[in-house]
């Protein structure tokens, strides 16, 4: 499957969105609008052909998961802004500045490794692991520890202090493949319409694919 162009598609629909929920549903729309076949779920945990359930712990749920030709396919969402007022199409939208970049980073390598996990049933197809913002933090600066910067590389064993019920616990996550970096254009506020950082007026996503 072609992820690009279902980005490409649902960007030409819907080129911005206030809060994740609105674009996993509008992803999930736009895959069954070009896999009419598709078996989409969404905020599930799904179950291989066996009625087994796929991740380790059943509290945890897919963010996008659909079967296609007996094959599975599963997707882990991040979005996060910075402030931005809009209007498109006569729809205002008034974006607030997300706090959470550090959660978010190390979040998208979280997602990246419950899709690895995955991986390992039979029919397992292909996993994404997808990141939208118009924060340029994210694509622009180098991190120490969980980076996203353009061409950054996501590999081997990435630790960090966990604090739960006030004990911190030092956890890790272990790759299994090595991945790239790399933002891609989603969208783009014309200057006109982007009352804010013009900074703040491009979108773009970065796309892991794990198979």
Not at 119 to 129: I, L, Q, S
């Amino acid at each position: 499957m072609d992820m690009h162009t279902v980005m490409q598609k649902l960007s030409e629909k819907r080129p911005i969105f206030r809060l994740e929920p609105e674009f996993q549903l509008a992803l999930a729309h736009e895959i069954h609008s070009l896999y009419p076949l598709a078996k989409v779920g969404l905020e599930g945990q799904p179950l291989d052909l066996n009625g087994q359930l796929l991740l380790e712990k059943q509290g945890q749920s897919i963010d996008i998961f659909f079967w296609l030709e007996n094959h599975l396919y599963i997707i882990e969402l991040k979005y996060r802004t910075e402030e931005l007022s809009t209007t498109v199409e006569g729809e205002e939208f008034y974006l607030k500045k997300d706090g959470e970049k550090n959660n978010a980073r190390d979040g998208f390598y979280k997602d990246i490794s419950r899709i690895e996990k995955a991986a390992r049933y039979r029919n397992f197809k292909e996993g994404y692991a997808i990141f939208l913002t118009n924060a340029p933090h994210y694509w622009d600066k180098k991190e120490d520890g969980f980076s996203l910067h353009e061409g950054a590389k996501i590999k081997g064993t990435h630790k960090w202090l966990s604090s739960n019920t006030g004990l911190s616990q030092r956890k890790e996550i272990i790759f299994n493949k090595d991945y790239s970096v790399k933002w891609e254009k989603y969208s783009e506020v014309k200057p006109q319409d982007c009352i804010g950082p013009a900074k703040n007026c491009s979108f773009k996503y970065a796309l892991i694919v794990v198979n």
